[in-house]
C-alpha cells in the first residue's frame, strides 16, 4: 500500500482555502449527492485506497468560560478516507459519524476536485448540494426567529 | 472480591435469550427503529452521547434501544464501543460565538445584541399531560418569522460584560498540555479543565443534586444564569497527512455561562465569578448544573474554605461518573460466595466465644474481647 506521506506539503497545493471549502460542502452531502456530483463530470469512482477508510475517534475540545483554555469535551466518532486516482492525484475525508461508503466517495471528490479539468462541473455540484442545505438553515433560523422575545415595559409610578 | 464460579452456562444462555424476547416487548405492537429513537427521544440520545462521552446519535440511539432504554446501561454500552476504535487526534478548540442558535436566553441580561430565542423549550408549558399524543396526529407547523439583522453574529453574554470588567476573564489558553483523564488516572487537586471533562460525562442526577446543594446553602455561589445557548457549532480538525484544519461537520451542543458572587482582593477589584457548562445536544439542565458545581469547585482557587462536598473534588470526581458508580455497586451481585463463607465461619466463631463467655460471666480475657472487637 502506498504512503499516505505522498500527499504534496500544503504550501505547493493550489487554492488551499478554495480546497477545504470543497471539502467541507462535500462533507454535508449525502452518498447520493456525492455519487451524482462524480458522475457529472464522468469522472471514475475507481480509485486506489492509500489507507482503508475507517472509523475512529476525534476529541472534541472546548473552552473554559467559552473563550479561555482548552478541555476535552467529550469524543465523537469521525470517520477518514485516503485515496488515490490513476492519475496520481490524493484525495482525503473527515467526517463525523461512521458512514464509510460516504467519506470514501467524498475522498475521491476531493481527489478529482484537485483535476482542474474537473474542477468547474464538481463546483457546480456542491453549490447545488450548499443551496438545498442553505434552504433547510435558513428555515430552521426562521422557526428560531419566530421564538424571539420582544420584551416591552409597563410604565408605573407617578410620572 | 469476587470468584470464579462453573456452571450456569445453560442458564446464562438462555436468559439473554430471554432479554432479547423481552426487550422486543409485545410482537404485536411495531418495533421500534433506530431513527424513531434519534429523532423522537432526541433528549434521552443527547443525554447518552454526554454522559457516554461520545457524540454520535444513531450510535447512542441504537444503545437505548439494545438497553431496553436504561440510560446507565447505554452509557456503558457506548463507553465499550468507544475503546474499540483508534483516536485519530483531538479537533481544534471549538467556538460558542459562532454557534448557529436554536435557543439563546438570558436570566440577567434583557436586551442583547441578537436577543432571547426561545427555542425549543418546555419552560412556560403547563406540564398537563397530553392525550392528544396518544392518536400521534401530525403537529401544526411551527412559526416562521424573518431574523432580524442582529441575529447573524451574537456574542456571548459574558463577552458582553467582560468587556466592562465586572466579570473575570476566562482563564487564558497559554498553549498548556490538555489533561485528559480517558488517558491517565486522575491526580488531585485537579486542574479546572480535568474537572470540566469529569463534570461534563459525570452522571445528570449526580451533577443536579449537588449543584441544588450549593443552591441550598452546602457552598452558596449566589448564581445566575448569565447566558444558555443551544445549537450547532461546527467542528475542525487537523489531519496530520494533511497539514491544514478540515471541517468535520457539525454538532449540537448547549452551553451555560453561570455568573456568580463577587470576588475582589488587593490587586483585583470586586467582580463576578463564572461557573462553565457544556454538553453535548440540548441538556440545559445538566449544563446548568455543570457551571453550578464548576464554581463551587474553584472554592480553594478563590480563597473559599473547603467544607461541603460539592467544594470536594475527590468527592465529585470520583463519584460523578455513572458507569464507575454502577460497576462497583452492581458487581455486588456476583457471586460472593467464598467471601461471604469465610464472613460466616467468624461470626460461628464469635457467637460460640460469646456463648461461652455468657455461661462463665465472672472471666475477661482480653485476648477474647479484642477477637470480639
Same mark, same amino acid.
Given at each position: 500500500?502506498?504512503?499516505?506521506?505522498?500527499?504534496?506539503?500544503?504550501?505547493?497545493?493550489?487554492?488551499?482555502?478554495?480546497?477545504?471549502?470543497?471539502?467541507?460542502?462535500?462533507?454535508?452531502?449525502?452518498?447520493?449527492?456525492?455519487?451524482?456530483?462524480?458522475?457529472?463530470?464522468?469522472?471514475?469512482?475507481?480509485?486506489?485506497?492509500?489507507?482503508?477508510?475507517?472509523?475512529?475517534?476525534?476529541?472534541?475540545?472546548?473552552?473554559?468560560?467559552?473563550?479561555?483554555?482548552?478541555?476535552?469535551?467529550?469524543?465523537?466518532?469521525?470517520?477518514?478516507?485516503?485515496?488515490?486516482?490513476?492519475?496520481?492525484?490524493?484525495?482525503?475525508?473527515?467526517?463525523?459519524?461512521?458512514?464509510?461508503?460516504?467519506?470514501?466517495?467524498?475522498?475521491?471528490?476531493?481527489?478529482?476536485?484537485?483535476?482542474?479539468? @474537473?474542477?468547474?462541473?464538481?463546483?457546480?455540484?456542491?453549490?447545488?448540494?450548499?443551496?438545498?442545505?442553505?434552504?433547510?438553515?435558513?428555515?430552521?433560523?426562521?422557526?428560531? @426567529?419566530?421564538?424571539?422575545?420582544?420584551?416591552?415595559?409597563? @410604565?408605573?409610578?407617578?410620572? | 472480591?469476587?470468584?470464579?464460579?462453573?456452571?450456569?452456562?445453560?442458564?446464562?444462555?438462555?436468559?439473554?435469550?430471554?432479554?432479547?424476547?423481552?426487550?422486543?416487548?409485545?410482537?404485536?405492537?411495531?418495533?421500534?427503529?433506530?431513527?424513531?429513537?434519534?429523532?423522537?427521544?432526541?433528549?434521552?440520545?443527547?443525554?447518552?452521547?454526554?454522559?457516554?462521552?461520545?457524540?454520535?446519535?444513531?450510535?447512542?440511539?441504537?444503545?437505548?434501544?439494545?438497553?431496553?432504554?436504561?440510560?446507565?446501561?447505554?452509557?456503558?454500552?457506548?463507553?465499550?464501543?468507544?475503546?474499540?476504535?483508534?483516536?485519530?487526534?483531538?479537533?481544534?478548540?471549538?467556538?460558542?460565538?459562532?454557534?448557529?442558535?436554536?435557543?439563546?436566553?438570558?436570566?440577567?441580561?434583557?436586551?442583547?445584541?441578537?436577543?432571547?430565542?426561545?427555542?425549543?423549550?418546555?419552560?412556560?408549558?403547563?406540564?398537563?399531560?397530553?392525550?392528544?399524543?396518544?392518536?400521534?396526529?401530525?403537529?401544526?407547523?411551527?412559526?416562521?418569522?424573518?431574523?432580524?439583522?442582529?441575529?447573524?453574529?451574537?456574542?456571548?453574554?459574558?463577552?458582553?460584560?467582560?468587556?466592562?470588567?465586572?466579570?473575570?476573564?476566562?482563564?487564558?489558553?497559554?498553549?498548556?498540555?490538555?489533561?485528559?483523564?480517558?488517558?491517565?488516572?486522575?491526580?488531585?487537586?485537579?486542574?479546572?479543565?480535568?474537572?470540566? %471533562?469529569?463534570?461534563?460525562?459525570?452522571?445528570?442526577?449526580?451533577?443536579?443534586?449537588?449543584?441544588?446543594?450549593?443552591?441550598?446553602?452546602?457552598?452558596?455561589?449566589?448564581?445566575?444564569?448569565?447566558?444558555?445557548?443551544?445549537?450547532?457549532?461546527?467542528?475542525?480538525?487537523?489531519?496530520?497527512?494533511?497539514?491544514?484544519?478540515?471541517?468535520?461537520?457539525?454538532?449540537?451542543?448547549?452551553?451555560?455561562?453561570?455568573?456568580?458572587?463577587?470576588?475582589?482582593?488587593?490587586?483585583?477589584?470586586? %467582580?463576578?465569578?463564572?461557573?462553565?457548562?457544556?454538553?453535548?445536544?440540548?441538556?440545559?439542565?445538566?449544563?446548568?448544573?455543570?457551571?453550578?458545581?464548576?464554581?463551587?469547585?474553584?472554592?480553594?482557587?478563590?480563597?473559599?474554605? $473547603?467544607?461541603?462536598?460539592?467544594?470536594?473534588?475527590?468527592?465529585?470526581?470520583?463519584?460523578?461518573?455513572?458507569?464507575?458508580?454502577?460497576?462497583? $455497586?452492581?458487581?455486588?451481585?456476583?457471586?460472593?460466595? $467464598?467471601?461471604?463463607?469465610?464472613?460466616?465461619?467468624?461470626?460461628?466463631?464469635?457467637?460460640?466465644?460469646?456463648?461461652?463467655?455468657?455461661?462463665?460471666?465472672? %472471666?475477661?480475657?482480653?485476648?477474647?474481647?479484642?477477637?470480639?472487637?
Amino acid at each position: 500500500m502506498p504512503s499516505v506521506s505522498q500527499t504534496p506539503p500544503p504550501h505547493s497545493m493550489p487554492d488551499l482555502a478554495a480546497r477545504q471549502r470543497a471539502m467541507a460542502r462535500a462533507g454535508e452531502a449525502t452518498s447520493d449527492e456525492l455519487r451524482a456530483a462524480l458522475a457529472r463530470t464522468g469522472a471514475v469512482t475507481e480509485a486506489q485506497d492509500l489507507r482503508p477508510t475507517e472509523t475512529g475517534l476525534v476529541m472534541v475540545r472546548g473552552r473554559i468560560g467559552g473563550d479561555g483554555r482548552a478541555f476535552n469535551a467529550g469524543e465523537a466518532t469521525v470517520t477518514r478516507a485516503a485515496v488515490r486516482l490513476p492519475g496520481g492525484e490524493t484525495g482525503f475525508a473527515y467526517h463525523l459519524g461512521r458512514d464509510r461508503v460516504r467519506a470514501r466517495l467524498a475522498a475521491i471528490l476531493d481527489a478529482h476536485w484537485q483535476r482542474p479539468e @474537473a474542477r468547474p462541473a464538481l463546483e457546480a455540484a456542491l453549490d447545488a448540494i450548499a443551496g438545498r442545505r442553505a434552504e433547510a438553515v435558513r428555515q430552521a433560523a426562521r422557526k428560531t @426567529a419566530a421564538t424571539r422575545v420582544n420584551f416591552f415595559t409597563l @410604565a408605573r409610578g407617578e410620572d | 472480591m469476587y470468584v470464579a464460579v462453573k456452571g450456569g452456562e445453560a442458564a446464562i444462555d438462555n436468559a439473554h435469550r430471554l432479554l432479547a424476547e423481552v426487550r422486543r416487548g409485545d410482537p404485536a405492537v411495531p418495533e421500534l427503529t433506530v431513527a424513531q429513537i434519534r429523532e423522537q427521544m432526541r433528549l434521552l440520545v443527547d443525554r447518552v452521547m454526554t454522559e457516554g462521552s461520545l457524540y454520535d446519535p444513531d450510535l447512542a440511539a441504537l444503545a437505548l434501544k439494545q438497553a431496553r432504554g436504561d440510560v446507565v446501561e447505554a452509557v456503558f454500552l457506548v463507553r465499550a464501543y468507544r475503546t474499540t476504535l483508534p483516536r485519530f487526534g483531538a479537533t481544534e478548540p471549538l467556538d460558542t460565538g459562532g454557534m448557529t442558535l436554536a435557543r439563546r436566553i438570558s436570566a440577567t441580561f434583557k436586551d442583547l445584541p441578537g436577543g432571547q430565542v426561545l427555542g425549543p423549550t418546555f419552560d412556560y408549558t403547563h406540564r398537563l399531560v397530553d392525550f392528544a399524543l396518544e392518536d400521534g396526529a401530525d403537529p401544526a407547523p411551527a412559526a416562521e418569522a424573518k431574523p432580524e439583522a442582529d441575529a447573524a453574529a451574537c456574542p456571548r453574554v459574558t463577552d458582553l460584560l467582560g468587556q466592562a470588567g465586572l466579570l473575570e476573564p476566562s482563564p487564558p489558553d497559554e498553549g498548556a498540555p490538555v489533561g485528559d483523564l480517558t488517558r491517565e488516572p486522575v491526580d488531585y487537586p485537579a486542574d479546572r479543565a480535568l474537572r470540566l %471533562q469529569g463534570l461534563a460525562r459525570g452522571d445528570e442526577g449526580f451533577i443536579l443534586a449537588l449543584g441544588y446543594s450549593t443552591q441550598r446553602g452546602y457552598g452558596r455561589t449566589h448564581p445566575f444564569v448569565g447566558e444558555i445557548r443551544v445549537g450547532a457549532v461546527e467542528l475542525e480538525f487537523t489531519p496530520e497527512e494533511l497539514g491544514f484544519p478540515v471541517s468535520l461537520g457539525t454538532v449540537d451542543l448547549t452551553e451555560c455561562q453561570m455568573i456568580n458572587q463577587f470576588h475582589g482582593s488587593g490587586a483585583v477589584p470586586p %467582580q463576578f465569578t463564572r461557573g462553565y457548562g457544556l454538553v453535548f445536544g440540548q441538556g440545559e439542565r445538566k449544563a446548568m448544573a455543570m457551571a453550578l458545581v464548576d464554581r463551587s469547585l474553584r472554592a480553594a482557587e478563590l480563597g473559599e474554605a $473547603v467544607v461541603v462536598p460539592a467544594q470536594d473534588q475527590e468527592f465529585v470526581l470520583a463519584h460523578c461518573d455513572s458507569l464507575q458508580a454502577t460497576g462497583f $455497586v452492581e458487581h455486588m451481585k456476583l457471586p460472593h460466595y $467464598v467471601d461471604f463463607q469465610a464472613e460466616l465461619e467468624l461470626v460461628r466463631r464469635l457467637r460460640a466465644e460469646h456463648a461461652a463467655l455468657a455461661a462463665e460471666p465472672v %472471666q475477661d480475657d482480653p485476648t477474647l474481647r479484642e477477637a470480639a472487637e
